[in-house]
Each structure stands twice: as structure tokens, then as C-alpha cells.
């Protein structure tokens, strides 16, 4: 089968015109092999080899955990292993300070409550996030007002922030979601002109930048994750940064019941507080995990690139775009929409399927949140409805409706940055099971 499009010629063989490829992808040509079956009809797989394995590690990380086992200082009370990696980390984002908290969870969650959202107050957040983006507002038994989504970006559509706003909004939260930064200038902007502080959840999105500045350090503060499927991990962990002195301050308190940071005899600083620090391993393993980051970020920035000039011209693929303020992602997640259209009308769950089939691990991300039942159920959840009344409750069901994200949860396709780390090959490896499965479409929607 011949297979057209406008950009590449398809003839007589699977291998790649080196000479045509460019980072762009502009003169990039293909001559696959026509009669190469998808590998869920019987055909080769595109990509046979795994891909690089996750996390890295090796004999420093070995070396650092010893260390600290036999210091025989495990807890961030008894060493330095925490506040080393503190200090790193502060120097590598150029955030004043840094605390290192027990999750990324533990990082929002110490942020909301250090600026006291409570009862009552309203946060605004992307409906196209991560559960615990949700969870950390209404474990604060405060009022998340979801966002819709741009399509384009995968991002919080800044658009509509202001629409959301009302007299109890405290918190704007954006998420720099796969990675990619948020349009930070329009988040800012709308939260100036309303006087409304601004956390980031940076969670996924470690060395990202926006305009040249590291992500957390452009709202009020930001929050990140070392669980272990993030850029940067040491299993669970997560760290806060800002600018602000007090709000450093309080978040070293809250974290540690309440108490500051000069040794056993501190004394109690504020209202609330819990026990969410960090072990002295884990501290001292991202220290060393991160003589790794920027490396691998390089490399997932160098893949991911090539892979949107493979891909950005296949009918029906549309790779996540970029903000033009974007100067940096960190490719947490390569994100991309699927248009059956283009593929004889294949469910994308056939596609996730074949795409497996051919060795490219992938997922259809997250499901359409303000839809599940876990969040509907807020509304008659008895604290709630003391709180804030039948009505508003009603309301707040009703407001959350997010088309725009209805439709990109349908299209949606991710690869784990983990994939990102591997080589050129790999990446050219993913455009192949693509082309393949799009020229075959007809024979695997029916089939
Ligand atoms: C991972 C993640 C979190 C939570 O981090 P944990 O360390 O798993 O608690 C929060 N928000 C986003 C967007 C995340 O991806």
C-alpha cells in the first residue's frame, strides 16, 4: 500500500532519509515499506527494544545512602542531608528559599496553609491536572473552582480564570501540566488586578522556565514533586520555593508542628502545623539524582523536539504546543491529541492499543475530573453542604462543566519522559508505529 501525504514520500523501504531530517521536521522524508503490517495484524513491531528503564541510579546514589545510614542521622532534625539538597535546589531554581517537604501533596498542602485557605474560600484550578491538585483544596474543606482547558496547550485556558473569580476567591493555582509552563504572564495578570496570590503547582515541571525564569519562582510560590515517576525523585518527596521571606518561614513551620527551624528548644510560631518532613536518605538521594537532571533534561528537550518535527505533519496527530513565553519545558509527559477522523474512525483506545502492540508504551491520560464521581459527590458531602448550602452546591455542580477539556480528554495521548531518554532512533521508532498504524486504519478499526 502507498501511502500520501503532502510533506513525505512513502516507496519502497522502513528506513529514515537521514539527510532529509532536520530538528524542524520540514524536510524530513520517510520511505517506509508498504507491505510492513501493524504488529496488531501480524507485522514487525516499529519498536522492538525497551525503553530506557526508570528511575537511573547508580554508584553514587549507592555511596550517598550508605553514608547516611552510617551517620546513623536519618531524620532532617538530626543532619544536614536535607538542607544541602535545600540549598541545591534553591540555587538551581534561584529561589530564595526552599523547603523540602514530605510530597508534592505536602508541598501544596503546607503552601495552602500557610496562606490559611479554609472554609468557605474558594481556589481556582485547571479541571486537566492531577487528582491531588483537588484533593489538597478540599482536604481544606475550601471550594475548588475548576478551569476549562486550551486545547492547544493542554493548559489552564487563562481566559477563563476571570469568569471564575468571585468576592472568596483566595488562590489561583495553576498547573504547568506535562511539564510545560502555564501562560504565566496571563495568570499574573489577572491575579494582580484581582489581588489574589498565585501558587504553582510545579509538580511536573522541574528547570521548566517561563521567559527565562524557573517555574515557582514567578507566582507567590510553587510546589514540587519527587515521587517517583517525576523528572527529579526519591520515591516520594517534594519541596516548596518562593521569594517571600515570611511565606518560607511559615511553610518551615507548618511542616514541622508548628515550630521553627533553631533546634529542640524552638517554640510554637503559628496556629496549625503537622509533620511533613523529609528523611535525611531521601534528602541526600536527590542531591545526588540531581547531578543527573540536567543531562536528562537536555535529552528529553533534544527528543521531544525531533519527535514533534516527526509527527506535527501526520493528519490527525497534534503534538501539545508551547506558549511563545515558554523558553523551557521539562517534558514530564509528551503530550499529543488524536483525531480519529484522520484514522477511518479507529477509538482512540484502538489506537493506544496498536501503538502498544508495536512496542511505544503510551496512555490516554487523565480522565475528565469535574465528571467522576468522587468529585460530583462533594456536592453532598454533609460538611459541605453545612458549609456552604444546598444551593451553592447545586451551583457549583452545575458551573462545572468544561467542554474544551471534555474534548481533549477524548483525544488525548501521552509518553512517560522516561521515553524521552532514549535516543534519536527511538524517537523516529514512535513516528514509524504511528505511520504504519494510520496507513493501515481501515484493516484495525474493523478488525
Ligand atoms: C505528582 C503531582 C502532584 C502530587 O505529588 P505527589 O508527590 O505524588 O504527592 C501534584 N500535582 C501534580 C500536577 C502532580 O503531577
Redesign the pocket.
Known amino acids: 500500500m502507498i501511502y500520501k501525504h503532502d510533506r513525505r514520500k512513502f516507496l519502497g523501504t522502513l528506513t529514515l532519509v537521514g539527510a532529509g531530517v532536520t530538528l524542524a521536521g520540514s524536510s524530513f522524508s520517510y520511505i517506509p515499506e508498504g507491505n510492513k503490517k501493524p504488529a496488531l495484524l501480524g507485522g514487525p513491531r516499529a519498536h522492538p527494544d525497551p525503553f530506557p528503564s526508570w528511575p537511573v541510579s547508580g554508584k553514587r546514589e549507592e555511596e550517598g545512602m550508605a553514608e547516611v545510614l552510617q551517620s546513623k542521622k536519618w531524620g532532617r532534625l538530626n543532619g544536614n542531608a536535607v538542607g544541602n539538597f535545600e540549598n541545591k535546589y534553591k540555587e538551581w531554581t534561584g529561589a530564595k528559599h526552599c523547603v523540602a517537604v514530605s ?6 498542602f503546607t503552601s495552602l496553609g500557610v496562606l490559611d485557605i479554609g472554609p468557605g474560600d474558594e481556589v481556582i484550578i485547571p479541571v486537566y ?2 487528582v ?2 483537588y484533593n489538597v483544596v478540599v482536604l481544606n474543606y475550601a471550594l475548588p473552582k475548576f478551569v476549562d482547558t486550551d486545547l492547544e496547550t493542554f493548559q489552564i485556558d487563562t481566559d477563563k480564570i476571570g469568569q471564575a473569580i468571585t468576592q472568596n476567591t483566595k488562590l489561583i493555582m495553576p ?1 504547568h ?1 506535562g511539564g510545560s509552563p502555564a501562560d504565566m504572564d496571563s495568570v499574573m495578570d489577572v491575579a494582580e488586578k484581582r489581588k489574589i496570590p498565585v501558587l504553582e ?1 510545579a ?2 515541571a522541574h528547570l521548566a522556565e517561563w521567559k527565562g525564569k524557573k517555574v515557582g519562582t514567578i507566582g507567590l510560590a510553587g ?1 514540587f ?3 517517583s ?2 523528572n527529579l525523585n526519591s520515591g ?3 519541596a516548596i520555593i518562593t521569594n517571600d521571606d515570611m511565606f518560607a518561614n511559615n511553610a518551615y513551620n507548618f511542616h514541622n508542628q508548628s515550630r521553627g527551624n533553631d533546634g529542640e528548644n524552638s517554640s510554637y510560631r503559628s496556629t496549625r502545623g503537622t509533620n511533613l518532613r523529609l528523611t535525611e536518605f531521601q534528602g541526600r538521594l536527590l542531591t545526588e539524582q540531581m547531578s543527573r537532571l540536567q543531562e536528562q533534561a537536555n535529552r528529553r528537550t533534544l527528543n521531544a523536539q525531533y519527535l514533534t518535527g516527526l509527527l506535527k505533519d501526520i493528519p490527525g496527530i497534534y503534538p501539545a504546543k508551547l506558549y511563545p513565553g515558554v523558553t523551557q519545558s521539562a517534558y ?1 509527559l509528551y503530550m499529543f491529541r488524536f483525531d480519529k477522523n484522520a484514522f477511518a474512525e479507529m477509538p482512540k483506545s484502538r489506537f493506544l492499543e496498536a501503538l502498544s502492540a508495536e512496542g511505544v508504551p503510551c496512555s490516554g491520560g487523565y480522565g475528565r475530573m469535574n465528571k467522576e464521581n468522587y468529585v460530583q459527590d462533594l456536592a453532598k458531602n454533609r460538611h459541605y453542604l453545612n458549609l456552604y448550602g444546598k444551593s451553592t452546591m447545586q451551583e457549583w455542580l452545575e458551573n462545572s462543566i468544561c467542554p474544551q477539556n471534555d474534548l481533549l480528554c477524548e483525544q488525548a495521548v501521552w509518553f512517560g519522559q522516561s521515553m524521552l531518554l532514549g535516543t534519536k532512533n527511538d524517537m523516529e521508532q514512535i513516528a514509524e508505529a504511528i505511520l504504519k498504524i494510520r496507513a493501515h486504519a481501515g484493516d484495525l478499526a474493523k478488525s
Not at 103 to 108: D, E, I, M, N, R
Open positions: 510530597s508534592g501533596t505536602s508541598a501544596l491536572t492531577f491531588a491538585t498547573v501540566i503547582d509538580c511536573q510546589a514533586s519527587f515521587q515517576s517525576k516520594e518527596g517534594g514530564h
